[in-house]
Each structure stands twice: as structure tokens, then as C-alpha cells.
């Protein structure tokens, strides 16, 4: 197992190898072993009297499923098949269709696909629930199981159907299996700029945004008018390297926090000395999609006005999950802390507000398809600093000035609507009016705090 799959991350942030023993419960109370008491009969009763005779060892992995789901989304139990599925996840090498799901009222709801993956390119999307694979209704299964049912020998067909809210009916997707190898950051030039797609956070992803920077100044024999970081359905990944990636552009300051239960319970993480772009103009694109590490990153960029955050509210992921091993094929991934931006503020719930809302106008289901974040995930974690309605309502607000439908743009050749107005937003300013432009956001978010 990789080292990097024990680094701290925004998905598993750190590792407490504690020891199994049982001085926690000899701590606690006669109430609490009156319902431990309780839990024993029950489990008792089940296997003695249940229908169909049921392993002990899958009881107890219920029981304690069942707890940890109580608590939030994203606390869990990992055993042996877990933890490879974990490994080959943050390894970013792996068997399927390149998608992020989640659990949702015993239906599978992809959070996002991974690009250039089969699922991308058929056209998957954020939100949408997966009903059936290959004909055969998955709702009311585990969220394992189908996982396992989408990976399979590359290059085999499977077909999904999808439920899209918006849309009238279900429909079905094909496509082919295919080695996930995600390459986590390309990078290409398009009109002078340096486009840096940043997929996920896996490892040395802070040395590859580097080596991006390095690549785009290289292929123009110059410095370009500026750089776009593009995080649009990056679910997250490592801590270290979302630290990583937003030390690359920043040359002091505060990165990110961590704070637990205690008050003392602080984890801070800084800025080294400088820039890979010599301070050039940055604009970072986010959506709904962008959640956790991406936030950390957008966040960071944002509050110290090093660039211009653009697209849609990201996905509101602010909490921290430590994973404790509890043997060697076992370890519980538990939520310990939250996560705070430079400025103190709390992502969870409400994500990252952009400086400049840009729809995705390219996507003819945009107005239609509901976005999918955080706030929507039964037992979220609740944002400590109450969140104005107006502030998860956003989205339903049309801007007057994007009115191009999605026929419209294609026949203009704008495949990508959110990258065409970074692209024109960096060559219209050029680096100075880039600088008044986010100096202007950085003056908008202190009015609306006040």
C-alpha cells in the first residue's frame, strides 16, 4: 500500500493509529450499558430467530454501518474490499466508468464524472440517480455493490439507466468499461493562456500543476497572459495536496484550518515563499461539482485576491474525515474536524461563492437540472455560522446578461461556455485590468460580510 494512501487528505486528512482498548467503555455510564444491553439482545434475537440464518460478522459490519450513517454522510466503516476500493481511488488507476457516487435514500446519485472518463464522455452528469445497471434495478442495494457492478474487464458494455431531474423519463446510457487512469492534471494553451485542468487531487498533484506552469511557458517561448485553473467536478482528494497546489500561486499567508471538537484543537497550514507564476493573472473555475480539496483551493486564491474564482457555487464540503485503523484489513473513516478558508469562513453547506457567477450555458439541460451539494445530503454536517436562504437559493437567479441557449452557442462554435468567457475575460482585461477586477470582487465580499 502507497504511503500517499495514508497522507492527509480532504476525503481521509489524517491517520491516528490509536490502540485497541477497551478503556472507553469502562468509561461509560449505566445508561449506556443498559443500551448496550439492549444492542446484545437484539443482535441475539437476530440470529436465532431471523428467517434465513445470517453471519455474525455480517450483523456486527451492520450494526456498525448503521451507527456511523447516523452520524454524517461521509463517516464510514472500511474493511479489507474497502480499503482497496480507497487505495485504487487516491492512486487514481482503476477498472469502470470514472464516476463519484454517493448513497441517497437507497438510490445511487453520481456526485460527478471524472473527465475523459466513458462516463463523461457519455454524457453522465452531477445529480443525476442511477437506477438500473445493465437492466437490473440497483435501488435498495449498497452503495458497494454498485460500485462493484460498474467496474468490470475493460472494454465491456454497460448500460445505466438514468433518472435526471428535469427531465420527463428515464433514459438508458451505453457505453464501454475502460482502465480509469485519471491524469489528474493537462494542461494545453488556448489564446495565449495557460489552461491548467486540475481533475483531482491524488498524489504529487501540487508538483504536476507545477510542472503545467512550466510546460505552458515552454510550448509559447513566453509567459501567457495568464492562467485558468479549471476544478469544474473535481470531487477532492489529499489535504497535502490541496495545500500543495495553492502554494504553487501564493507566496505567503494562511492556506487552510482545521479545527476539531476542543477549541484548541487548531491544525493551520502556510504559504512557502514564492510564486510559479510571477504573479501573473489567475482565474479559477468551480461548479457544483467542486467539492472538498477544490474548495480548499478556490478558497485560498479567493481571500488573499491572488485570482478570480468564476462558474457556480461549489459543492459545500468542509468537514474533515481521519482514517483510524482498527486492524490490518479494518479502519474507520470519521469525521474529527471542519475545515475553514484563510479568512475564517466555514465552506460547509455553502461552498464557495464565485466572484463572477458564469452559467453553463452549453449544457442544454443547465436551467432544468437541479444542482446537486452537500446541503442537499441527509445528516450534512451543519454550517456553525447560519447561512442567509438567499445564499443556497442563488442558483434559480438568471443573469440577464447570459441569454445564448445552447443550439445558439454551438453554432458559434462554444462547446464550453464557462472556459470561452474565462478565455475572454483574461485577454479583454490583460494582467492590469485583471488586478482592478479582483481587487473589485475582494471590496464586494468585505461589503457583504458588513
Request: aromatic share 6%.
Amino acid at each position: 500500500m502507497k504511503k500517499q494512501f495514508f497522507q492527509a487528505s480532504a476525503l481521509v486528512l489524517t491517520v491516528a493509529l490509536l490502540p485497541a482498548t477497551t478503556s472507553a467503555i469502562s468509561a461509560v455510564d449505566a445508561k449506556t450499558y443498559r443500551e448496550m444491553e439492549q444492542f446484545m439482545s437484539v443482535f441475539d434475537r437476530v440470529r436465532n430467530d431471523y428467517v434465513d440464518t445470517v453471519d455474525d460478522a455480517d450483523l456486527i459490519k451492520g450494526a456498525i454501518n448503521g451507527m456511523l450513517a447516523s452520524l454524517d454522510p461521509h463517516s464510514s466503516f472500511l474493511d479489507a474490499s474497502d480499503f482497496e476500493t480507497l487505495r485504487t481511488q487516491t492512486d487514481g488507476n482503476y477498472g469502470g466508468l470514472g464516476l463519484s457516487v454517493t448513497m441517497e435514500d437507497g438510490a445511487v446519485k453520481v456526485i460527478a464524472p471524472f473527465k475523459d472518463t466513458p462516463a463523461d464522455k457519455a454524457g453522465v452528469k452531477a445529480g443525476d440517480y442511477i437506477t438500473h445497471i445493465d437492466g437490473a434495478l440497483i435501488y435498495g442495494g449498497t452503495l458497494d455493490e454498485a460500485v462493484e457492478e460498474m467496474r468490470g474487464k475493460p472494454g465491456t458494455p454497460i448500460s445505466l439507466t438514468i433518472v435526471r431531474p428535469g427531465r420527463d423519463k428515464p433514459f438508458d446510457v451505453s457505453m464501454d468499461r475502460a482502465i480509469i487512469d485519471l491524469k489528474p492534471v493537462t494542461w494545453e494553451v488556448k489564446d495565449n493562456v495557460g489552461v491548467i485542468s486540475l481533475n483531482s487531487f491524488s498524489a504529487d498533484v501540487g508538483a504536476d500543476v507545477k510542472a503545467a506552469i512550466a510546460g505552458v511557458d515552454k510550448s509559447l517561448g513566453k509567459k501567457p497572459l495568464g492562467y485558468i485553473l479549471d476544478m469544474r467536478s473535481n470531487p477532492g482528494g489529499l489535504l497535502d495536496e490541496a495545500v500543495a497546489v495553492s502554494d504553487v500561486f501564493l507566496s505567503r499567508g494562511e492556506i487552510v484550518s482545521q479545527r476539531g471538537r476542543e477549541k484548541s484543537d487548531i491544525e493551520r497550514y502556510f504559504a512557502k515563499s514564492g510564486d510559479a507564476t510571477g504573479g501573473l493573472p489567475v482565474i479559477v473555475l468551480i461548479d457544483a461539482g467542486s467539492a472538498s480539496a477544490s474548495e480548499i483551493v478556490a478558497g485560498a486564491l479567493q481571500d488573499h485576491h491572488r485570482g478570480l474564482v468564476m462558474g457556480e457555487r461549489s459543492f459545500g464540503k468542509g468537514s474533515v474525515q481521519t482514517l483510524l485503523p482498527l486492524s490490518n484489513t479494518s479502519a474507520l473513516r470519521l469525521t474529527t474536524a471542519r475545515y475553514y478558508t484563510p479568512s475564517g469562513k466555514s465552506v460547509q453547506e455553502g461552498g464557495i461563492e464565485p466572484d463572477i457567477m458564469v452559467p453553463q450555458l452549453s449544457d442544454p439541460d443547465y436551467k432544468t437540472r437541479p444542482r446537486f451539494r452537500e446541503s442537499d445530503l441527509r445528516r450534512h454536517l451543519i454550517n456553525e455560522v447560519k447561512l442567509d436562504d438567499d445564499v443556497l437559493e442563488e442558483d434559480i437567479k438568471e443573469d440577464p446578461r447570459f441569454t445564448e441557449t445552447a443550439e445558439q452557442l454551438e453554432k458559434d462554435g462554444i462547446e464550453d461556455f464557462q472556459m470561452h468567457y474565462a478565455l475572454q475575460t483574461i485577454g479583454r482585461l490583460g494582467p492590469d485590468g485583471m488586478k482592478v477586477a479582483i481587487a473589485k470582487s475582494a471590496k464586494k465580499q468585505v461589503s457583504a460580510k458588513n
